[in-house]
T-cell receptor
Framework: GESVGLHLPTLSVQEGDNSIINCAYS??????FIWYKQESGKGPQFIID?????DKRQGQRVTVLLNKTVKHLSLQIAATQPGDSAVYFC????????????FGQGTILTVHP | NAGVTQTPKFRVLKTGQSMTLLCAQD?????MYWYRQDPGMGLRLIHY???????AKGEVPDGYNVSRLKKQNFLLGLESAAPSQTSVYFC?????????FGSGTRLTVV
């Protein structure tokens, strides 16, 4: 079946650094992707999304880049803060119906003060 | 998370017991989903519904049943619980604006 994978399971940064979390997907028909943040004991929290007709989208301190040629997307967090420490998931919304999400394994981001 | 409520939050079952997890949303969303999350993994889709009275299988449906008798409620049933169903279960609902997840139900089957 289709899968979404992450290159690195853990990422450790210093407060103030920029963080980059990567994700590869395999469904070439996928047209919608979402990044989620999940803190311990909580459900996924929406960060930012991007559709396949875009290469880049920016939010508050976050940027998502999409490279459809190599089926890769990344999440960049600027000026990372201790409160950003969490597990980050990319999710593939697929190219078909009903909005079923396929989640990647997750990257654990740890921000050191 | 505002709008999607899951009950119960925690439950311990013995192997072979049955139970129902309730997901309720007050946002009038058509689409609802049940996911499970195992340690160190992303969420996997169990079942979903595209509207009242409809259900469909997801990636890992075996051992579960669902019902959507009312638009605001999506029930997940375990007919005969097994230790492999120990997991955290998340419900979500969706509109064109995006997804809203519940805070999860932690289920342990012993």
């Amino acid at each position: 079946g289709e899968s979404v994978g992450l290159h690195l399971p853990t990422l450790s940064v210093q407060e103030g650094d920029n963080s980059i979390i990567n994700c590869a997907y395999s469904n070439s028909a996928s047209d919608y992707f979402i990044w989620y943040k999940q803190e311990s004991g909580k459900g996924p929290q929406f960060i930012i999304d991007i559709r396949s007709n875009m290469d880049k989208r920016q939010g508050q301190r976050v940027t998502v880049l999409l490279n459809k040629t190599v089926k890769h997307l990344s999440l960049q967090i600027a000026a990372t803060q201790p409160g950003d420490s969490a597990v980050y998931f990319c999710a593939d919304g697929g190219g078909t119906s009903y909005g079923k999400l396929t989640f990647g394994q997750g990257t654990i981001l740890t921000v050191h003060p | 998370n505002a709008g999607v409520t899951q009950t119960p939050k925690f439950r311990v079952l013995k192997t072979g017991q049955s139970m129902t997890l309730l997901c309720a949303q007050d946002m009038n969303h058509e689409y609802m989903y049940w996911y499970r999350q195992d340690p160190g993994m992303g969420l996997r889709l169990i079942h979903y519904s595209v509207g009242e009275g409809t259900t469909a299988k997801g990636e890992v449906p075996d051992g579960y049943n669902v019902s959507r008798l009312k638009k605001q409620n999506f029930l997940l049933g375990l007919e005969s619980a097994a230790p492999s169903q120990t997991s955290v279960y998340f419900c979500a609902s969706r509109t064109t604006d995006g997804y809203t997840f519940g805070s999860g139900t932690r289920l342990t089957v012993v």
